[in-house]
């Protein structure tokens, strides 16, 4: 995870627990973070790290999160995942 003034850049092979610290973190500083960017490479390790996303969204509409705009990723653990986006 890396904070460069108001991008936040995660992997998405995050295990549960570093899951749960990355949501103790984001959530008081979501009104100081403008984007949410994607590690190149990373694979998706977790669905609950995509619902946790999906929630920073509903709560913050205007956060920019592009990978959940792409509506598709590969993972390791799942296949490729497809999902629509609605506002």
């Given at each position: 995870m890396q904070f460069?003034?108001?991008v936040l850049t995660i992997g998405l092979d995050m295990s549960m627990e570093e899951i749960?610290?990355?949501e103790q973190f984001v959530r008081p500083r979501l009104d100081y973070?403008?984007?949410i960017e994607i590690e190149?490479?990373?694979h998706l390790r977790s669905s609950s790290l995509l619902s946790?996303?999906?929630s920073l969204k509903r709560t913050?509409?205007?956060l920019g999160i592009p990978f959940?705009?792409?509506g598709l990723t590969a993972s390791t653990a799942y296949g490729t995942l497809h999902w629509m986006c609605h506002d």
């Open positions: 460069d003034g108001d749960r610290e990355f973070i403008e984007t190149e490479g990373t946790l996303l999906v913050r509409p205007e959940l705009n792409q």
